[in-house]
């Protein structure tokens, strides 16, 4: 079983995910990317702490128009998802509404 270096007592696929809603979240990215086991198969997620949480959440990202601003944001951080903050909603209530970046 693997674990993170976060919680030595929390494995990977037990750490809750994060939902996005369609109001602003601060985020700030403390992994680099792995894979969860979900309904729908294997999910690329990152690791995340999120304001006013204490506990970090796990941010799946395989969405295209979260991955496209994701990578780009990657790309400038010298290809490390590590370290990345960024503020992040929902553009509607919708559950297929793209993802928002500021």
Same mark, same amino acid.
């Given at each position: 079983? $693997?674990?993170?270096? &976060? $919680?030595?007592?929390?494995?990977?696929?037990?750490? =809750? %995910? !994060?939902? =996005?809603?369609?109001?602003?979240?601060? +985020?700030? &990215? +403390?992994?680099?990317?792995?894979? *969860?086991?979900?309904?729908?198969?294997? &999910?690329?997620?990152?690791?995340?702490? *999120?304001?006013?949480? /204490?506990?970090?959440?796990?941010?799946?990202?395989? %969405?295209? $128009?979260?991955?496209?601003?994701?990578? /780009?944001?990657?790309?400038?951080?010298?290809?490390? !998802?590590?370290?990345?903050?960024?503020?992040?909603?929902? %553009? $509607?209530?919708?559950?297929?509404?793209?993802? /928002? !970046?500021?």
């Amino acid at each position: 079983m $693997s674990y993170f270096e &976060v $919680s030595k007592n929390t494995p990977i696929d037990h750490i =809750v %995910a !994060f939902r =996005v809603t369609n109001k602003w979240a601060s +985020i700030e &990215v +403390i992994s680099e990317e792995y894979v *969860v086991l979900t309904n729908f198969g294997y &999910v690329p997620t990152l690791l995340v702490k *999120v304001e006013n949480k /204490e506990i970090p959440r796990a941010l799946h990202i395989g %969405a295209k $128009s979260m991955a496209v601003q994701l990578d /780009e944001m990657r790309k400038d951080n010298g290809f490390k !998802f590590t370290g990345l903050k960024f503020d992040l909603r929902k %553009a $509607s209530e919708d559950r297929r509404s793209p993802y /928002e !970046f500021k």
